[in-house]
């Protein structure tokens, strides 16, 4: 069964403090690892998605890399509009299914 | 209209009433999804429709009633629901079958029930 473990549940961050987010992973064969902020009450938005071991993607102050085993969401120089909560997902390879598993995110608040 | 959108985004209904929530994909995609997301909880996988047709139904009850008319419409009709079913309900769509299986979402309609 794939299993996603975000870390930390929440974080507090003053302004122009960097800090990392992880998702670790168990997942038999990755197809994909994904991505996304999610502002209270709203749908989440996406921001990236990973597909090997080594890759690296940016968006503004964002930065997600992933391993065989874990997903990091480095954040650089926050603002406090970059509070949300950030939702990890997987996709396996295997099994025919395309449907992810999410983990229950990390609610990140920046201070100003 | 572009994404995925939802209507309505907020739904106070009784016990004993009957709604339907709408979801519109403007995407062009082949996959749509219902989730539930409750306070404090992970994302719930409710539904899957892939062209057209349910392909996962994990354990739902049967007053949450799935209807997908076509590729780019979905639609949850609800009745006799109770008070814990109160949550954010989300629509996604997805391209199943592709190398980018990314799946976006709608912008949620927030329910309480009565």
């Known amino acids: 069964e794939d299993q996603v473990t975000q870390s930390p549940e929440a974080l507090r961050l003053q302004e122009g403090e960097s800090s990392s987010l992880n998702c670790s992973y168990t997942?038999?064969?990755?197809?994909?690892l994904f991505w996304y902020r999610q502002d209270p009450g709203k749908g989440p938005e996406f921001l990236f998605t990973l597909y090997s071991a080594g890759e690296e993607k940016e968006k503004e102050r964002l930065k997600a890399t992933l391993t065989k085993k874990e997903s990091f969401l480095h954040i650089t120089a926050p603002k406090p509009e970059d509070s949300a909560t950030y939702l990890c997902?997987?996709?396996?390879?295997?099994?025919?299914?395309?449907?992810?598993?999410f983990g229950r995110g990390t609610s990140l608040i920046v201070h100003p | 209209e572009t994404g995925v959108t939802q209507t309505p985004r907020h739904l106070v209904m009784g016990m004993t009433n009957k709604k339907s929530l709408k979801c519109e994909q403007h995407l062009g995609h082949n996959a749509m999804y219902w989730y539930k997301q409750s306070a404090k909880k992970p994302l719930e996988l409710m539904f899957v429709y892939s062209l057209e047709e349910r392909v996962e139904n994990n354990s739902v009850p049967s007053r949450f009633s799935p209807e997908c008319p076509n590729s780019s419409h979905l639609f949850l009709h609800l009745h006799t629901l109770q008070p814990e079913d109160s949550a954010l309900y989300l629509c996604?769509?997805?391209?199943?079958?592709?190398?980018?299986?990314?799946?976006?979402f709608g912008p949620g309609t927030r329910l309480l029930v009565l």
């Open positions: 996604a769509s997805s391209q199943a079958g592709t190398v980018d299986e990314t799946q976006y």
């Open positions: 997902a997987v996709q396996s390879s295997t099994g025919g299914s395309y449907i992810p598993t």
């Open positions: 997942v038999s064969g990755l197809r994909g």
